[in-house]
């Protein structure tokens, strides 16, 4: 791994409030990680490759702790549906599809060029219930430079018969290999236990899943609290259980190395449960909007110190771009805020910036941020002419509501490796 300069117009999160800028600095970075900036070069720098993006603005790569990979294939489409029959008519037909090992490399390889290309630099990633295309998903993503983690999504009730596995003990025998197989076989890729969610996941799977990422000490991702007729059917499906928070809790799911997905509707004992948990939300607001789910309560989260990131939650959400994400967060917060609950004050741009780099990045230990002793995970956008002087943090909130991203990425470094 090299060691190098980067020098540029720097824009990072120290706290979800306060964000720090850098401009025409100079960034040392040592073996992929942070080690301080430099108004001058030094002369004891002077000798390290310099990577030059004067005038350029440069941001931490983001970070999407939520996002399916078979659904980028009809993402933007069928979006007057609620959740539970979105999946029945989209998302379970799409994933269907990828026990074709063809199909699977076709539709896999315009997701992974999509997401390289993204201003994301990690993700965490729903495959489908077929290993060996989770295992092509996986070898694709590990040519992106990216560093990801990626789950083969365990089904064996209430499912179509195409996705539903045959039994608990196969799906939890298949998830243990692939978990086995897939550990230290990549250098950025990484297994993750993915029970879809609690409708689809009979209770002999969930402990056994349970189980697997305990032996293993894996991380764990899933879906909580979407949808209010979701939320129903778990009532019925799991009466023992306080609420839907704990039917995850029962089978030893919630961790500190779980990621829920959504929480749009926590109730206040959930809320204290994900907190004694230390478990991650990974806040959905285009798919939450999209498929008319609801408003999450992110201040009363933020006010708990929750562990909360974004996610794109693609094919629900309708673009990876993560920009898109921090401008839904922010004009979701606004529509609770003022016709909810105006005791709760909307996001702020700088606190959902936060969450998209170091807030997400925090699942990953020390991303998401340039401080000295963080990962060197960045973008670099093309210099963007303005007809008058901008700071570079209103160059970053222009940036994210003008979709700079989608006008072009001169840069991007995954822990100090240059891959685009």
């Given at each position: 791994m090299n060691s190098f300069i980067v020098k540029g117009d720097f824009c990072f999160s120290k706290s979800k409030s306060e964000i720090i800028t850098k401009e025409n600095a100079y960034l040392l970075v040592e073996n992929g990680m942070c080690k301080g900036f430099f108004d001058t070069l030094e002369k004891e720098i002077e000798n390290y490759t310099l990577f030059d993006y004067t005038g350029h603005l440069i941001f931490p790569g983001m970070i999407d702790l939520h996002t399916h990979a078979p659904q980028y294939a009809f993402s933007g489409t069928g979006m007057d549906l609620q959740l539970l029959e979105w999946l029945d008519k989209y998302a379970f037909p799409e994933e269907a599809k990828y026990s074709d090992l063809s199909y699977a490399k076709k539709a896999y390889s315009i997701f992974c060029d999509a997401i390289k290309h993204s201003v994301t630099t990690r993700a965490c990633v729903f495959a489908t219930i077929h290993s060996d295309t989770t295992h092509l998903l996986m070898d694709m993503l590990d040519k992106t430079g990216l560093y990801c983690y990626v789950g083969k999504v365990n089904m064996d009730r209430n499912s179509p018969s195409l996705l539903c596995e045959k039994s608990a003990e196969i799906s939890a025998e298949e998830t243990e290999n692939f978990i086995e197989n897939t550990s230290h076989k990549y250098k950025n890729i990484k297994p993750i236990i993915t029970p879809r969610f609690i409708p689809t996941c009979s209770d002999e799977l969930s402990f056994k899943l349970g189980e697997i990422a305990k032996k293993h000490s894996a991380p764990i991702q899933s879906h909580l609290c979407e949808n209010k007729d979701e939320i129903e059917w778990v009532k019925e499906l799991c009466k023992e259980a306080k609420n839907y928070a704990d039917a995850y809790d029962r089978f030893s799911l919630l961790t500190d190395r779980t990621i829920m997905a959504h929480c749009v509707h926590l109730s206040s004992d959930e809320i204290k449960l994900l907190k004694e948990r230390n478990t991650f939300v990974a806040h959905c607001p285009t798919s939450n909007s999209n498929l008319k789910s609801g408003i999450a309560k992110i201040r009363e989260y933020i006010e708990h110190g929750l562990n909360i990131g974004l996610g794109s939650d693609v094919a629900g959400g309708e673009t990876l771009s993560l920009f898109?994400?921090?401008?839904?967060?922010?004009?979701?917060?606004?529509?609770?805020?003022?016709?909810?609950?105006?005791?709760?004050?909307?996001?702020?741009?700088?606190?959902?910036?936060?969450?998209?780099?170091?807030?997400?990045?925090?699942?990953?230990?020390?991303?998401?941020?340039?401080?000295?002793?963080?990962?060197?995970?960045?973008?670099?956008?093309?210099?963007?002419?303005y007809a008058y002087d901008l700071s570079v943090k209103e160059r970053m909130e222009r940036a994210v509501y003008t979709n700079e991203d989608l006008k072009g990425i001169c840069a991007k470094f995954v822990n100090g490796n240059k891959i685009v």
């Open positions: 898109s994400v921090i401008k839904e967060a922010i004009k979701m917060s606004k529509m609770y805020s003022y016709y909810v609950d105006n005791s709760k004050s909307p996001l702020t741009f700088s606190e959902a910036f936060y969450l998209a780099t170091k807030g997400g990045g925090k699942f990953f230990s020390n991303v998401g941020s340039f401080e000295e002793g963080y990962e060197f995970d960045a973008v670099v956008l093309n210099f963007t002419p």
